[in-house]
T-cell receptor, first 116, second 111 residues
Framework: DADVTQTPRNRITKTGKRIMLECSQT?????MYWYRQDPGLGLRLIYY???????NKGEISDGYSVSRQAQAKFSLSLESAIPNQTALYFC???????????????FGPGTRLLVL | QKEVEQDPGPLSVPEGAIVSLNCTYS??????FMWYRQYSRKGPELLMY????GNKEDGRFTAQVDKSSKYISLFIRDSQPSDSATYLC???????????FGSGTRLQVQP
C-alpha cells in the first residue's frame, strides 16, 4: 500500500461548488503539506502543518482552507471553486528526524482537479 | 521575480549524452538544496540532496552548489530513456519551515 494516499485522484466540478481533497499517510510523519502544480509554475505551497495544532499559510492560500483532523490526515478545501483553481494538487509529508535528508518530502500521487 | 528560476525545457537528448540541469536563486539564506524527479502522472521523489556549497555524486548523478553565484546544477552521465522525467530543484533556509521549488525542467532521452 502507498504511504501517502490522496482521494479523489480525479475530480471535475463546477464554478462555485465546495470541494474537499483528502490526504492520508501511514508514514507516521508529523509534517504535512498541500501544493498545487501548474505548467510552467512548478509546485507552489498552499498550506502546511507541522503537527495537529499547527497550521500555516503558504505562498498561495487565498481561496483554500485546510483541516488537520489527525496526525495522519490533512484535508484541503476549496470553499467556492473557480476555473483558475484547475490544477494538479499534491499532498506531501516529512519528518526531519528521518529520511535521506531532513528536508525530504514524500509526495502522494496527486489529484487532478478540473473546475468548469 | 521568482525566488527560484529554472529553465522549463523541454530538453531532448540522445541516449548516452551528458545532461546538465540548472537553477538560480535569489535568497542568500538558502542552505539546503535538493533535486526531485517526477515521472508523468506521479508525485515527485527526492533524487539528490546537498547541504551548503560543494558537490555530491550518486551513481550517474552529480549535484553541484555554488552559493557565491546562487547557482545549482544536476548532471546526469550516460543518460538513459528511463531518465525521461521532469526534474525540479528545491531549496530551504536554516529555518526549514518549507521548501521552495523551481518550475521544473522536462527531460526527454531519446533511445
Amino acid at each position: 500500500d502507498a504511504d501517502v494516499t490522496q482521494t479523489p485522484r480525479n475530480r471535475i466540478t463546477k464554478t462555485g461548488k465546495r470541494i474537499m481533497l483528502e490526504c492520508s499517510q501511514t508514514k507516521g510523519h508529523d509534517r504535512m503539506y498541500w501544493y498545487r502544480q501548474d505548467p510552467g509554475l512548478g509546485l507552489r505551497l498552499i498550506y502546511y502543518s507541522f503537527d495537529v495544532k499547527d497550521i500555516n499559510k503558504g505562498e498561495i492560500s487565498d481561496g483554500y482552507s485546510v483541516s488537520r483532523q489527525a496526525q495522519a490526515k490533512f484535508s484541503l478545501s476549496l470553499e467556492s471553486a473557480i476555473p483558475n483553481q484547475t490544477a494538479l494538487y499534491f499532498c506531501a509529508t516529512s519528518d526531519p528526524r528521518t529520511g535521506r535528508a531532513r528536508e525530504t518530502q514524500y509526495f502522494g500521487p496527486g489529484t487532478r482537479l478540473l473546475v468548469l | 521575480q521568482k525566488e527560484v528560476e529554472q529553465d522549463p525545457g523541454p530538453l531532448s537528448v540522445p541516449e548516452g549524452a551528458i545532461v546538465s540541469l540548472n537553477c538560480t536563486y535569489s535568497n542568500s539564506a538558502f542552505q539546503y538544496f535538493m533535486w526531485y524527479r517526477q515521472y508523468s502522472r506521479k508525485g515527485p521523489e527526492l533524487l539528490m540532496y546537498t547541504y551548503s556549497s560543494g558537490n555530491k555524486e550518486d551513481g550517474r548523478f552529480t549535484a553541484q552548489v555554488d552559493k557565491s553565484s546562487k547557482y545549482i546544477s544536476l548532471f546526469i552521465r550516460d543518460s538513459q530513456p528511463s531518465d525521461s522525467a521532469t526534474y525540479l530543484c528545491a531549496m530551504s533556509d536554516t529555518g526549514r519551515r518549507a521548501l521552495t521549488f523551481g518550475s521544473g525542467t522536462r527531460l526527454q532521452v531519446q533511445p
